[in-house]
């Protein structure tokens, strides 16, 4: 079983604060990586994707992929309330279908 | 724009009783997944289809049954359903397999009594 590991959190954080989510991966095939929101009751929204090493930038939000240490994060610059959501950390399956997530981190940003 | 629409936001069921979640997308993509979400434990993939009539087992394909009889429609089946299979139940479509987007429908809470 392929693992994906997340810091369950909660990771509070001030407004307008930079926000750190991390996540690791055991497999070392692994070629595609995606951070999902997910606010409660609701279903996972795509934020980013990244499938090569180092940073990507959209917005607020930076992935930055690591694939010698196994390792992607995800950034949030400028953090607002309606930040507060669980991110969730996917990543490809060998079976070349699927994805496998991470449980999710739930981040709280205080006004 | 991407949509995926779900038959039902919240069901209620008896133990028992043949329970069908349909999903639908409109986007003419070829996979299309069913998961279970739960408290503590995440996302589940339950089963996956890669094409209309193929179907592959996921991580807990047990106690369920899919059927993919058209392109745009991937329904999930509860044969007989339980107490321990009251979940969120999220249906997700992608273009194409690896390096691709999933987009998730709104998602059924289903309680079984």
């Known amino acids: 079983q392929k693992e994906v590991e997340q810091n369950s959190g909660p990771l509070s954080v001030p407004e307008g604060a930079i926000a750190s989510l991390n996540c690791t991966y055991s497999?070392?095939?692994?070629?595609?990586f995606f951070w999902y929101r997910q606010y409660s009751g609701k279903s996972p929204e795509l934020i980013m994707s990244?499938?090569?090493?180092g940073d990507k930038e959209d917005g607020r939000f930076t992935a930055q992929l690591n694939k010698a240490s196994q390792y992607v994060s995800l950034l949030i610059r400028d953090s607002q309330p309606s930040d507060s959501a669980t991110y969730l950390c996917?990543?490809?399956?060998?079976?070349?279908?699927?994805?496998?997530f991470g449980k999710g981190t739930s981040l709280l940003v205080t006004p | 724009d991407v949509k995926v629409t779900q038959s039902s936001r919240y069901l209620v069921k008896r133990t028992g009783e043949k329970v069908f979640l349909e999903c639908v997308q409109d986007?003419?993509?070829?996979?299309m997944f069913w998961y279970r979400q739960d408290p503590g434990l995440g996302l589940r993939l339950i089963y996956f289809?890669?094409?209309?009539?193929?179907?592959e087992k996921g991580d807990i394909p047990e106690g369920y049954s899919v059927s993919r009889e058209k392109k745009e429609r991937f329904s999930l089946i509860l044969e007989s359903a339980s107490t321990n299979q009251t979940s969120m139940y999220l249906c997700?479509?992608?273009?194409?397999?690896?390096?691709?987007?999933?987009?998730f429908g709104p998602g059924t809470r289903l309680l079984v009594l």
């Open positions: 289809s890669y094409d209309v009539k193929m179907k």
């Open positions: 986007m003419d993509h070829e996979n």
């Open positions: 497999d070392r095939g692994s070629q595609s």
């Open positions: 990244i499938y090569s090493n």
């Open positions: 997700a479509s992608s273009l194409l397999p690896q390096s691709e987007t999933q987009y």
């Open positions: 996917a990543v490809n399956s060998n079976s070349g279908y699927a994805l496998n």
